[in-house]
Nanobody, 116 residues
Framework: QVQLVESGGGLVQPGGSLRLSCAAS????????MGWYRQAPGKQRELVGT???????MYADSVKGRFTVSRDNAKNTVYLQMNSLKPEDTAAYYC??????????WGRGTQVTVSS
């Protein structure tokens, strides 16, 4: 199993920036991708962005050009840099790890609120 701990959420004004971090521990050798999902009230959880071990990334169309997912393998940490934030980005953000031969690992979530 993998344990994931997020940090970095908070309140930010529209147009501002935030960086989320997620530290992984446990069976990290079984991870082949790490990334972020989000869930707004009354909506389904959706992919924000993910980075695969080989370095390739994929993003939701709604965040392309504004958000960047990166991974520091030495620190077993994945980051989500969020720029040009919009009120519709308000959600709980969850760290996700995809594992070989096992179900996904999830963090507990961190709240991001974009409001003036």
């Amino acid at each position: 199993q993998v344990q994931l701990v997020e940090s970095g959420g908070g309140l930010v004004q529209p147009g501002g920036s935030l960086r989320l971090s997620c530290a992984a521990s446990g069976s990290i050798f079984s991870i082949y991708a790490m990334g972020w999902y989000r869930q707004a009230p009354g909506k389904q959880r959706e992919l924000v962005g993910t980075v695969i071990n080989a370095g390739s990334t994929m993003y939701a169309d709604s965040v392309k050009g504004r958000f960047t997912v990166s991974r520091d393998n030495a620190k077993n940490t994945v980051y989500l840099q969020m720029n040009s934030l919009k009120p519709e980005d308000t959600a709980a953000y969850y760290c996700n790890a995809k594992l070989y031969g096992s179900t996904d690992g999830w963090g507990r979530g961190t709240q991001v609120t974009v409001s003036s």
